[in-house]
């Protein structure tokens, strides 16, 4: 069975541009958790979405943002990007809200200059 | 105060040493209590989870649970080269939909 996909897994964007990130689960699972992480902070819960809703969110500004679609696929979108939005993005995949046990994909690794 | 602290390291051990990986925890309601595995350049791996205190084995790794002192534990038996990776302990309330992570330690097993 096909793990997680993420794309890109690199990206370089400017101060101010914004950026999409898209996440596919795993086949059957229908809730996708997107997480930050820095070497300062570690992970970071960013939201959760289960069939096309946002169920729980973290505590980032609005310009973080995320959907999901009718096929269990979501995107995050991060607008008037900062340096200190340098991460690495992690999708999680789970079969359905609220799962522990989450799948997760190799990350999109965003460096703001 | 970070709801989960976890010693950074680098905890760096020879191969066939048992290794003991620590977190603590400051919020009572946390019920279920996992250790990701994540290699360089890889999305974290859900090695154990475990739902109440005690111990609970599986292969070389071993998960405790002492939930009045707010502790959990990861020990790993007979520690290989390929264990070399950042281990991270989370945790979850019940009938919420996040994890909390550690920051991890980053383990060393050398040859």
């Known amino acids: 069975k096909a793990g997680v996909t993420q794309t890109p897994r690199y990206l370089i964007k400017t101060r101010g541009q914004q950026v999409t990130l898209s996440c596919s689960p795993i086949s059957g699972h229908r809730s996708v958790s997107w997480y930050q992480q820095t070497p300062g902070q570690g992970l970071q819960f960013l939201f959760e979405y289960f069939s096309e809703t946002q169920r729980n969110k973290g505590n980032f500004p609005g310009r973080f943002s995320g959907r999901q679609f009718s096929n269990s696929r979501s995107e995050m979108n991060v607008s008037t990007l900062e340096l200190g939005d340098s991460a690495l993005y992690l999708c999680?995949?789970?079969?359905?809200?609220?799962?522990?046990?989450?799948?997760f994909g190799p990350g999109t690794r965003l460096t703001v200059t | 105060q970070k709801e989960v602290e976890q010693d950074p390291g680098p905890l760096s051990v020879p191969e066939g040493a048992i290794v003991s990986l620590n977190c603590t925890y400051s919020n009572s309601a946390f019920q279920y209590f996992m250790w990701y595995r994540q290699y360089s350049r890889k999305g974290p791996e859900l090695l154990m989870y475990?739902?109440?205190?005690g111990n609970k084995e599986d292969g070389r790794f071993t998960a405790q649970v002492d939930k009045s002192s707010k502790y959990i534990s990861l020990f790993i038996r007979d520690s290989q080269p390929s264990d070399s990776a950042t281990y991270l302990c989370?945790?979850?309330?019940?009938?919420?939909?996040?994890?909390?992570f550690g920051t991890g330690t980053r383990l060393q097993v050398f040859p």
């Open positions: 999680a995949s789970m079969r359905s809200a609220g799962s522990y046990e989450q799948y």
């Open positions: 475990t739902y109440s205190s």
């Open positions: 989370a945790m979850k309330v019940i009938g919420t939909d996040k994890l909390i």
